[in-house]
Every structure is written in C-alpha cells, then in structure tokens.
C-alpha cells in the first residue's frame, strides 16, 4: 500500500505533461480560415506546403501556427485626393480582397499578417489620388464616375497580385465636392439642360415650318396642273356630264337649256 502513491505519482505527472503537450500541439482552424505553420526548428515560415485547413490539427508544441481569414472581406475608406485643377475631393471607396490561398505562408513571411494596412490601404490610396488627379470635377460629379472606378481597381490589382493578395472589386461609392463648386456645376448642367431643350423645340419648329411649306407648295403644284389640264372641251365633255345625271334624277324639276358661247347648260329653275 506504501508504494502506490510513489508509483501514483509519477503517473499523475505524466498525466499532466500529456495533457500540456496535447493543449499546446492541438490547433483548431475555424470556418473560413486557413493556418501559417511556422516551424521554430524547421526552417520557420513552411511556404512550400499549403496551409492548414479548416478543423482540428497536431502540430509539435514547440511550433507555432498563424490564422488568417481567407473569406472575402471587406475595407472601407474615407480619402482626400485633388482633382485636376487643384481642388479637394472627398472620395468614399470600399475594396473587397482576400489573401491569396496557395501562397499564403509566403505572405505571411514577406508582409506579415498586417498586410491590409501594409498594402492594400496604401495602395489605394496612391491609385485613387492618381487617378482622380487625372479628371475635373464636373467630370467627377457627372459622367467620369464609373471610369474612375475601374482606373483605381485596375491600378491598385496591378500592385497587389504581386504581394500574395487577391482583389477581387473596389467601389466608389461617393465623390463630395466643396459645396459652392457642386453648386456651380449645378447651375451650369441646368442651363445646358435648358439650352437643349430649347435647341429642340426649334428644331421642332422648323421641321413644322417645313413640313407647312411642303404641303403648301404640293397644294399649288396640284392646283396649277388642274388648271391647265382643263380646256374648254374638257368643261363642256363635263357639263353634259353633270346635265345627264340631272335628267335621269326623278326628284329634279329643273329646266335646262343649252346657251353661251361654250354650249354649256344653264339652270334656270328648280321646283
């Protein structure tokens, strides 16, 4: 009996020590995350292998393992930037990105987990005062915005696929111009909006003007071929036209006689 608690002991022990090295060697990888191996006797950064998937794993306790989020995320940000003639421009954007997953350890060991504002910020930043730089604000305020999107996205992707970091959009969400300069530009799309208007229904005018004319003249041209195509044996062939049609009517009590210098029939009653 005196010898159990000295053989108890050193089981407890063992007992103990397995459980460390067991909480210290076990990693779980959550939904959406992938691990960094970094081996402290290894050789540190594993970039040759890829990394850690999503659930449990044992690694040797005195190796480290980093978590990163491999999800699409998303950043927002505020930026000051000047348009071409100098003026500041307040640009609210927002990037969608994510690590890129195969060469995750090797951004890992070259940018290091803070990667977001080691990279991406500062390089939107740069595009969008780049690009920005290249337009006015009434373009920036009307037409322009969907072009300086896709300059800022193209310019910032072509940075980024170089640090080990997947860029998948970057929208602009809002362009705030100082307010006396929005006002101004305002003002001005209206007057043009007012001139075109204009423009068009003078336009409209004319072609109404014309199409008159046209009608007018076409009028004329039928009537001076009318008057020339009736001779006089035209209008007399007529007449008795008309004087025969006149005597077979039963309801017509009318007296016709033939007189004039043309022959042509005169009406003297109707009863």
Do not use: C
């Amino acid at each position: 009996m005196d010898k159990l608690p000295k053989i108890g002991l050193p089981i407890l022990v063992g007992i103990i020590f397995l459980v460390i090295v067991i909480a210290k060697s076990a990693v779980t990888i959550g939904s959406g995350q992938a691990g960094v191996l970094y081996k402290t006797f290894g050789g540190g950064v594993v970039t040759d292998e890829p990394p850690l998937g999503e659930g449990f794993h044992i690694v040797a306790p005195w190796n480290k393992v980093y978590v990163y989020e491999v999800r699409r995320q998303e950043i927002f940000e505020k930026m000051k930037v000047l348009s071409s003639n100098g003026l500041d421009i307040q640009l609210d954007a927002s990037a969608w990105y994510k690590p890129a997953y195969g060469d995750l350890g090797k951004l890992h060991q070259e940018i290091g987990e803070n990667y977001l504002n080691r990279i991406i910020l500062p390089t939107i930043r740069s595009a969008a005062r780049s690009v920005v730089g290249r337009y006015t604000p009434e373009q920036l305020y009307s037409s322009k915005r969907d072009a300086i999107q896709n300059e800022i996205f193209e310019e910032t992707k072509k940075i980024v696929d170089e640090q080990y970091i997947v860029l998948d959009e970057i929208l602009v969400r809002d362009v705030t111009l100082p307010p006396t300069i929005k006002e101004a530009i305002e003002r001005k799309l209206k007057q043009e909006q007012e001139s075109l208007e204009y423009e068009f229904r003078l336009v409209t005018a004319q072609k109404e003007a014309e199409r008159q004319r046209i009608e007018a003249q076409g009028k004329a041209d039928a009537n001076r071929i009318l008057s020339a195509s009736l001779t006089d044996k035209i209008l007399q062939d007529k007449g008795i036209e008309a004087t025969n049609k006149l005597a077979e009517s039963p309801n017509s009590k009318v007296v016709i006689i033939g007189s004039g210098e043309s022959g042509m029939p005169i009406i003297l009653g109707n009863q």
